[in-house]
């Protein structure tokens, strides 16, 4: 068993557990339960029970007797601080005849591992493992605490010395600094936390603009160790010379000399033994090695040695905890804070000072391979400007310099971990191979001639970057291009695949005479499926139709024409009579073979993902990318039950009135507040409600929050942690839509209920109860005065209430199509709604209706600009952007961009009084984008990124790339990337 665990989880301390757990279960002649710290041995690959059995004295005789007539459970600690990358089953011929017989419960560090480690792991079979490897192979996670559990360490930890706070004052503190709660779910970073608060805390009244990082708590234990043993020196009752050496080091820099013997023994530890954690020094073996400087017998050495974070156990030294080593180690890259107060001359290394580039210890390493070490880092460069520049001076060294490519490597790994985003950046020529770009934001950069080889770009936004003769030999993507679809026959010896590419539009793979034989013919298609015979398939084409393939003739036959979008999936029934067929767009036809189109059945809102018979085809289940699973009988028509629905995502983004802060609530019921321009994130509320959050709405000024879970009930109150909440109680059926006043006094609602609602923000009164539509309210909005009120609904009307005598009129309904959502426009004299495909905007006073923006796809929310000239629209998978010029008469409207998203978007908002604005998507997502012009061309830049990251590759310059392996050329070329002049275009295999 594989038992992962980020650094400080517990790992260790539950293996002591589990050996002391089965030490207390043991029976004579059972397995027999031995822990193994891996650091702590010299061949862990190759003697692994032998070493670890001579380690606890047991005689030879006795070992090779176990051998031979026992079972072992080897419980083996620390698979990473070994720095191991072999399979301990087999290296050590554990199971086989002859050899040890044993179990293994292996703990690694989760970041020590990249892609496909199972192999390190996985049993390799034999005479006690007697079913296939991979079956043998367990895998664990060290959940974090949860606030119960932190709860009750708290309560532990309390009464173990004297102290002036209690049980409540430390909850009280890590439940208000914000952040701090997902912080310390940490055990290890928990214990650091309650040492350093009292001191943390002390003199500061506004615990809410408290930040604290992790580099922060390790600071805060050093500073705290340095003063404990700072008083022991000080109270240590020794002889005349020993004291006189005490007082000189105490009078002479104490605590900057003990934080350099601890940065020096780090350093080596990492330069002389990569990094495995366990020094073992004996003086008549090592007095001529590199250890004998931190630990030899000299008093001065003895005295720096025994003030430092340091253990000892027999010949073997270690720090405390192997983070306590990488922290240390992060500190001869960027001294941190601590080490700034007491040696005010330690400071980050200038490559200027530098006679080569060499000599930086950003050179010294690939620090890739320590990922906690660049977590220290990059939270030091997110405090640090200097040290910040200093990164980015390295990336512009690398350009004109080769030697600097192993620092520049290092460096962005750290700027990207840091959140630094490099959208529009000029990269032209940096040389970072291996580094690590993994979700970074590269929107508009410039990568021309880049040196990226090995770098991994999982999940890097690259839309519109300039890749054109990059080295790009073996990156690392994270993921493969995605094929269209294909199926197997149901005999099992044939595949069809299905291509948008006319000249391989339908393949067959056949096994025959011990060979694998392709079959191409022509014609566009993106699915199919077959008949339960194999004699037939129903292919779904992309102008929407369905046409029936002979698998025997290999000959087209009947074709049942569409109207729909693209096909996006189709099924057969088990009795070969009937097809469905799933659509972009939501919508799915059912066909019978005999007599073409049956039934057509509407509900999802986005593209249909697959479809699928019951077994006597009386119901089709179907799923779609708006997150839900929709159940139909195939003898009616209509919308289908949705039976579930499975996302998480953001449902609401507001700027503050000043527009400095951008608020985002989630699905989870969590909230966080950025910095609008730099997008540096701060949790206000933590989520964790069992209910789904259906409804969030913000006060203008982004103080206080309105929301619903799925139920009839409203909760108003401010979005900082422990501020008391008004409920909201009188609609009868679920809240649909919520809005507060622009003074953020009154809060309307809408609901299934047929009604809308105003309440009393502050005290949760119920106001009003407007009644008038014949159906679901979907959407609420204020006008810009406050003075009116619009509302929509499925009934297909919009109205339009005054908010003092409560009378409201109708607006020109959309037909029979429901209207999802409304909104004021920022001068209160248009209205715009939502009407499926359509954004139509009429005139408040009469009604009128003025504009129709129409989409190629389902829209799902919109926004103006507050001057009241631009309109953002967000739908599945894109966003358009509408420009009102004021110059024009008549005025119109004009679609001027669409973004590919990638995603469906589900909340946008403007940023007050500028060309900013903010996307939430349905993945949890938030992005915000700023208008650029230049030679009068308009273009939308990413700023900065929160939450879930994609890869994306939109207009991505790929022209003369170096490297580039055929498949993920394939993958970009799926993800819009383009070369030339135009888009990529697939090549024949």
């Not at 004699?535 to 369905?546: F, K, P, R, V």
Request: net charge negative.
């Amino acid at each position: 068993m594989l038992i992962l665990g980020d650094s400080g989880a517990g790992k260790s301390t539950f293996n002591r557990h589990l050996e002391h757990q089965l030490w207390q279960e043991y029976k004579a002649g059972g397995p027999i339960p031995l822990f193994i710290n891996l650091p702590a041995l010299d061949r862990p690959g190759k003697d692994l029970v032998v070493e670890q059995l001579r380690i606890l004295d047991f005689p030879e005789e006795h070992i090779w007797d176990m051998k031979e007539n026992r079972r072992f459970v080897l419980i083996c600690d620390g698979y990473d601080e070994s720095q191991l990358t072999c399979n301990l089953h087999t290296t050590n011929h554990l199971n086989q005849t002859g050899q040890w017989s044993a179990k293994l419960v292996i703990t690694c560090r989760t970041q020590y591992l990249g892609q496909n480690y199972r192999d390190r792991f996985e049993p390799q079979g034999g005479t006690h493992y007697d079913s296939s490897a991979p079956g043998l192979f367990k895998e664990s996670v060290i959940a974090p605490f949860s606030k119960d559990q932190i709860e009750e360490y708290v309560e532990r930890y309390v009464p173990l010395e004297p102290r002036t706070w209690v049980k409540e004052d430390f909850m009280d503190k890590l439940t208000t600094i914000p952040g701090l709660m997902g912080l310390v779910k940490n055990p290890f970073l928990l214990t650091l936390a309650l040492g350093a608060l009292p001191t943390v805390v002390n003199g500061q009244r506004d615990l809410s603009r408290v930040r604290i990082t992790r580099v922060q708590l390790y600071e805060s234990f050093v500073q705290h160790w340095l003063s404990a043993n700072r008083r022991r020196l000080q109270n240590l009752k020794v002889g005349s010379d020993e004291q006189r050496m005490i007082d000189e080091l105490l009078d002479n820099g104490f605590e900057e000399d003990v934080i350099k013997f601890q940065m020096d023994l780090s350093a080596a530890i990492f330069h002389e033994q990569e990094g495995r954690s366990i020094v073992y020094y004996t003086p008549k073996n090592d007095k001529n090695s590199w250890k004998a400087v931190f630990f030899n017998t000299n008093p001065e050495t003895s005295l720096l040695r025994g003030a430092s974070l340091l253990v000892r156990a027999g010949s073997q030294y270690r720090f405390v905890h192997r983070s306590i080593l990488e922290y240390f180690y992060s500190c001869t890259i960027c001294p941190s804070s601590t080490i700034a107060q007491f040696a005010p001359q330690a400071c980050s290394v200038s490559i200027d000072a530098l006679e080569s580039i060499a000599d930086h210890p950003l050179s010294k390493r690939n620090l890739v391979k320590e990922p906690s070490i660049v977590r220290f880092l990059s939270e030091r460069a997110q405090l640090n400007t200097e040290f910040k520049r200093q990164l980015h001076a390295l990336l512009e060294r690398s350009k004109t310099d080769e030697r600097a490519s192993q620092a520049a490597a290092n460096a962005i790994t750290i700027l990207v971990r840091a959140g630094v985003p490099f959208n529009g950046v000029d990269l032209r020529g940096v040389r970072v191979p291996g580094a690590d770009l993994s979700g970074g934001q590269f929107d508009s950069a410039q990568l021309q001639g880049a040196d990226l080889t090995e770098t991994n770009l999982t999940r890097i936004w690259l839309r519109q970057a300039g890749l054109s003769d990059a080295r790009m030999e073996d990156v690392q993507f994270g993921e493969l291009p995605c094929l269209v679809e294909s199926v197997f026959s149901p005999c099992g010896k044939q595949i069809a695949s299905f291509s948008d590419d006319k000249s391989r539009g339908l393949q067959f793979i056949q096994y025959k005479m011990d060979r694998l034989i392709k079959t191409v013919f022509g014609g566009v298609f993106t699915s199919g499926a077959y008949s339960l015979d194999g004699l037939n398939l129903a292919l779904g084409g992309t102008d929407g139709s369905i046409r029936l393939f002979d698998t025997q003739t290999k000959a087209y036959g009947q074709a049942f024409v569409s109207k729909l979008e693209a096909v996006a999936c189709v099924a057969y029934s088990s009795d070969g009579r009937r097809i469905v067929s799933g659509h972009v767009g939501g919508s799915l036809h059912l066909w019978e073979v005999a007599f073409a189109l049956v039934s057509v059945f509407t509900g999802h809102w986005a593209d249909v993902k697959s479809i699928v018979f019951s077994p006597d085809s009386s119901q089709l289940a179907s799923c779609s990318w708006d997150y839900t699973v929709r159940l139909w009988e195939t003898n009616s028509s209509g919308s289908g039950h949705d039976s579930h629905v499975t996302s998480i995502s953001v449902s609401s983004v507001a700027y503050s009135s000043d527009g400095r802060h951008l608020i985002v609530g989630s699905k989870d019921s969590s909230v966080q507040q950025y910095d609008a321009e730099r997008g540096d994130p701060s949790v206000i509320r933590t989520g964790g409600s069992y209910q789904r959050l259906n409804v969030v709405a913000f006060t203008p000024d982004g103080l206080r929050v309105a929301t619903s879970w799925n139920s009839n009930d409203i909760q108003a109150r401010g979005i900082k942690e422990g501020t008391d909440a008004s409920i909201l109680q009188g609609h009868t059926a679920h809240v649909l839509s919520v809005a507060f006043s622009p003074c953020g006094n009154w809060i309307a609602s809408g609901s299934v209920d047929r009604t809308v609602r105003l309440w009393d923000a502050h005290s949760g009164t119920l106001i009003q109860t407007l009644a008038g539509h014949s159906d679901w309210v979907k959407s609420v909005s204020f006008s810009p005065s406050g003075s009116r009120l619009v509302s929509s609904s499925t009934d297909a009307t919009i109205r339009v209430w005054d908010v003092r005598t409560v009378e409201s009129r109708v607006i020109n309904s959309a037909g029979y199509l429901a209207i999802e959502a409304v909104t004021y426009s920022p001068n209160g004299q248009q209205i715009a709604g939502i009407v499926y495909k359509d954004v139509r905007l009429w005139d408040e006073q009469t009604g009128e209706l003025q504009h129709t923006l129409t989409h190629e796809r389902p829209v799902t929310c919109m926004a103006f600009s507050s001057c009241g000239q631009w309109l953002t629209t967000g739908g599945d998978r894109s966003i358009c952007l509408w420009f009102l010029d004021p110059n024009e008469v008549p005025q119109q409207w004009r679609w001027l961009l669409v973004l590919d998203s990638l995603q469906r978007v589900v909340t946008i908002a403007w940023r007050p009084n500028t060309v900013d604005f903010v996307t939430g998507f349905q993945d949890g997502s938030t992005r915000t984008w700023r208008l650029q012009s230049e030679s009068d061309e308009l273009s939308i830049q990413m700023l900065w990124s929160a939450g879930p990251a994609i890869f994306n590759a939109v207009d991505a310059v790929i022209s003369g790339t170096v490297g580039l392996s055929a498949i993920n050329r394939q993958l970009l070329l799926q993800r819009g990337a383009i070369e030339g002049g135009g888009k990529l275009s697939s090549e024949a295999d």
